[in-house]
């Protein structure tokens, strides 16, 4: 209790509270006892679990909390009596010269990988919470009291400074500071004093610093550490430390680094060729045996099942990778997740991230418009199309989707009555085939409705007619072979390319396959049970080698490449 205690004097006050130097009562022991302002019971116990935990760590150089208490709802904290004063102290008094402002540095970077290590992140680094002993050691001060109440903005990272719970844990956020810290050391000056957030960003994009009177490898190291961009930082404080000892920011390279690099190039570009067999095989091996933490394997292994819309293994994937680091940027493919599994607002919220940082990402404005068209927003779609289609040469798969959208508003058949050089588009032309068929496989007032017989174009398929393939059909004991881009499943008694029966066991338009080299899929049409080696389909289904098909009881046998030895 603070009866407990004389108090001396004040020896500072900030936003968070006061310290004061107090003399216990009965030990006669000078201690230094910091008042807290915060009355939240939860920020309080999260503090003291925190400062708990680094007490128990000890270390020269991290102060000693000696306990803590409560006086009249207010938090007291008492640690040691640090009489050296701060850093921030030091500097009010005289210059610190650049070896010195190094020397300091480097202590407090071994120290903070110290406590990374036992993964706190102390989230205030800074002059004023950089304190001396009697005896003139460094004594890191104030953690768990900035986690949980803020931290200061101009020692912040640039990802801290617009509040993100999943950047916190990060530990580059200290090194940033840690690099403010020692510029302003050198310097007697803190480069984003005074500045609003949108200056900081603009100080860093223009690399607007003084570095009057700095030797080149002491600027090098500042820049390194304050880096905006987390992963251009140093990833540990020993780096940091290391690049002082060394003055020299080395280039950290290895045999498994290169090889890593090599190999997601590699997967990129076959993804991008829908080759993507023997890589993936490749990609799995890596990451269990040779790569298991590397984050780019991870996000390639991600894209690659998202691919084949192996949707829990892409998100185990892409949260892996997030794991490993918080700020690699996955919204585009998170989006296309939560599209998938028809989590519309968390797709839309995502892929608007996305499209604000990658304006020109094409593909991304596609899913967007996706979501709009499932939760039948058509007109904001058409809007987004209309502006997409003035600006990205006509791409084939918007203006089909934009075709689909406005067949679904019920607008004028001579309005939408598509080109010549449109309807190559083999989706269009299906499309355009559904909308106008005058023996129709839908009904304008029940079911089964016209969306479900239409067909929303994936930008993965915008140059289906460069992609020629040939599928094998066996069904009844005969064999079919189709190169058609489309092909459609269903009753004799319609427009289908396959018929399968007149029964009415069997939809109008039962299923589509979609034919093209390395990327087959079958979208089913109907709410009649469908199912692909056995597993039930509801939407579509990613197809590759030899698949058996069921309907009701009608069985029959798909081989997505004539060429495929099986």
Known sequence: M????????????????????????????????????????ENQESILHEIETVSKLSHPNVINYLHSFYDDGLLYLVMEYCSGGSLRDLLNKKNISYNIALKYCSTIAAAMDFIHNKEIIHHDIKPDNILFDSNNNLKISDFGISNSLGGTPYYKAPEMLNYNPSNRNDRRIDIYALGVTLFELISGTNPFWHLTENEINLK??????????????????????????PELRFQFMKDFSDAIAAKNVPILLSKDMIDAGNLTIKANRALKRK????ILKELEYADTTIYPNNVNIK????????????????????????KLNPRISIQKELGNIYLELGQYPFAISLLSDHINLNPADLEAHNLLVKCYYETDRYEVAIDHLTMLL??????????????ICKALMNSETEYLKPSRDQLKNPFLKYNHSVYTESEKSWNTDGMPTLKSKLIFQDFRFDQIKDSENVIEIKYNNLTTTFTKEI?????????????????????????VIINCKNDVWLYNLSNLELFVDNELINDKAFLTGLHEIRISDYCFFIKTDINLLL
Request: aromatic share 16%; proline share 2%; glycine share 6%.
């Open 390 to 403: 003035k600006f990205s040469d006509n791409k084939p798969c918007f203006f089909n989707n934009y075709y």
């Open 2 to 41: 603070l009866v407990n205690y004389n108090k001396i004097r004040i020896l500072g006050k900030g936003a968070y509270g006061e310290v004061f130097l107090a003399v216990e009562k009965i030990s006669g022991k000078e201690v230094a006892i910091k008042c807290l302002l915060e009355k939240d019971p």
């Open 487 to 511: 092909i459609s499943f269903g009753r004799s008694d319609f427009d289908n390319d396959f018929c399968i029966s007149e029964s009415n066991n069997i939809s109008r338009r039962q299923f």
């Open 204 to 229: 860093h994009e223009e690399m607007d610093f003084d570095f009057t009177g700095f030797p080149e490898w002491v600027q090098n190291i500042i820049l390194k550490a304050i880096h905006k961009t």
């Open 299 to 322: 996000i390639q292994l991600g894209r690659f099942y998202l691919f084949m819309r192996k949707l829990k293994e892409a998100k185990d994937y892409f949260e892996s990778a997030k």
């Open 275 to 278: 080759r993507w067999k023997n």
